[in-house]
């Protein structure tokens, strides 16, 4: 009872009486537009108002949500893996990509470009069953460290956005992310790190295949790809998968393009948002020139000229990742 | 408030208290048996007891949540549409499948098999904006009526379905809707008949493609299939847009086999159901013989050597179809 009556205060909109409800943001331009959207969309008989059920959040995972640096977490999960599979392998020792993987040469994976990023991905992520994947997931986030921050890959995340996501759903919203990360990987720890069900996370995925074996079903992952959720398939596996439009859409690379343009071209109120990374410091500082999240020039001036806003991690968020139990 | 402490007193498991939550339903074994069920996964302590994140409940549409005769309403949708467009192509009346449709030729048109009804989809449901596509099916279910009963499409549902819908959800259910049918297409009526959210509709679906037209973005509908969401394409569907494994599961032809199969293998508490189109005075009376919702021998086989529940709609359900408003 004491949950449901904290939210009804949320959308009574008594703001004097609420504790911050994003404590890890500066007092800056970002937090207070968040604030205001949030509240002219939620006031009945605003002119903004929107229904609850209408009330969609779309967030980018990499680089949005959690970290991405050195290289895309889930590129990290494949070159484990890889090595951890390599005894079984000995192929792998003279073929690329994998000899790159093996011998620690990451200018020659990254040079061997998609055609050895979906070998890679084929070798790790296919050719067993969801359920054999989610664990070997799932045991990867209990042992793997980051190698700078020295923590689980899962506690990788942005205090700040973890914020977000529980005021957005405190006042009714409903949040999802869109990424071009793996769906079945990201189920393996997102719905306990968010707070998303598995439901709510739209990602790039692979077809699967259903089969009986000695009477009980399974599904195996196989190597093809169904659907890329990236750029252009943003919007797209918005429509496909979600149904409806957003009206709140968080990125931080191009890759995010055509889903803030998705959320900003519909009809009444719109939040656009775009994690930058400048926080060299704290975090990592990383632009046009970055392989991997992308926040080109051309991004940066659409954002301008459109009012979208853009997230200093330097100077809106007074923390990055949340604080580890062992830290308090 | 109100309707807090009702979900709130469902939860407490004070049944005495409660009114019907099945009022439709005859008090027969099936009735019994969702109620057994629900009333099992729901109590806390219960060895049986199931975290509400974890209650997924997936169901057929056509023939399990509304009705699918003479034949699937998306199908007599095309046809409608076939003949609205028909003065646009003077080409139709010669070629196959479209003069079938144009002179009611029945017989030549299911003749016409996969190839036929691929071709109706593309010029029906692809080549236009998914925004489009919305309205206009929109528009077919307020102006269209069912052949036999002379109602409107989306009110062809069956009450009893519905009332078991909002049980589910009173106890604490995410209730899903896993088709045959098209996503788009379902979506323009299912979340308000059935009061399931779009992004809870998983159907097969065509590819989309993002577009900038003059500034304005838009998603178009291709004629290209990207996945079919009937057999085994059910438990595919639910693992790739679900990612949960229902522990409740309910269909009416073998169309849905794959999915009770998926949802009966998990561990736990399981309830699979199937409801049996036997009241032809009422709905219809069709099995094995027929070409839409076959209900196998093999089907019935595998509902009774499992504990599948297997609901006749001549002896188990009281109403058929909701009262219209202005039959009251």
């Known amino acids: 009872m004491f949950a449901i009556l904290i ?4 959308y009574s909109g008594d703001a004097l009486a609420q504790p911050d409800p994003l404590p890890s943001w500066n007092d800056t331009a970002p937090k207070k537009a968040i604030i ?9 008989g605003s002119p903004d108002f929107v229904r609850p059920g209408e009330r969609i959040a779309t967030f980018d995972n990499d680089g949005t949500l959690w970290a991405e640096q050195p290289i895309y977490f889930q590129f990290l999960f494949a070159m484990d893996r890889i090595k951890a599979l390599a005894p079984q392998h000995p192929e792998w020792k003279t073929e690329e990509p994998f000899k790159f993987v093996l011998t620690g ?6 040079a061997s470009g998609e055609k050895g990023v979906l070998a890679m991905m084929a070798e790790t992520h296919a050719g067993m069953t969801t359920v054999e994947f989610d664990q070997i997931v799932r045991e990867w986030f209990k042992t793997a460290r980051h190698p700078r921050f020295k923590r689980p890959y899962n506690e990788m995340v942005y205090q700040p956005m973890l914020e977000l996501l529980a005021y957005l759903r405190a006042n009714g919203f409903k949040t999802f992310i869109v990424s071009g990360g793996g769906v079945e990987f990201m189920r393996a720890f997102a719905p306990e790190a968010y707070g998303i069900p598995p439901g709510q996370i739209v990602g790039s995925m692979g077809k699967l295949k259903y089969e009986m074996r000695n009477g009980t079903p399974m599904l195996i992952k196989l190597p093809d790809v169904l659907f890329i959720d990236d750029k252009a398939g943003k919007p797209e596996g918005i429509q496909s998968f979600i149904g409806q439009r957003p009206i709140f859409a968080f990125g ?4 995010d393009q055509q889903m803030l343009e998705w959320a900003a071209g519909g009809r009444g109120a719109r939040f656009m948002g775009l994690v930058h990374h400048d926080d060299v410091e704290r975090e990592w500082a990383y632009g046009a020139e970055s392989k991997i999240g992308t926040f080109s020039d051309a991004l940066m001036a659409e954002a301008k000229e459109n009012g979208w806003t853009v997230v200093s991690m330097k100077d809106d968020w007074k923390t990055i990742f949340p604080t580890r139990p062992n830290e308090k």
């Open 7 to 10: 939210v009804s205060s949320f």
């Open 252 to 255: 931080n690379s191009i890759g």
């Open 105 to 110: 040469d990451m200018k020659g994976l990254l």
């Open 36 to 44: 205001a959207f949030v509240e002219k969309v939620t006031r009945e």
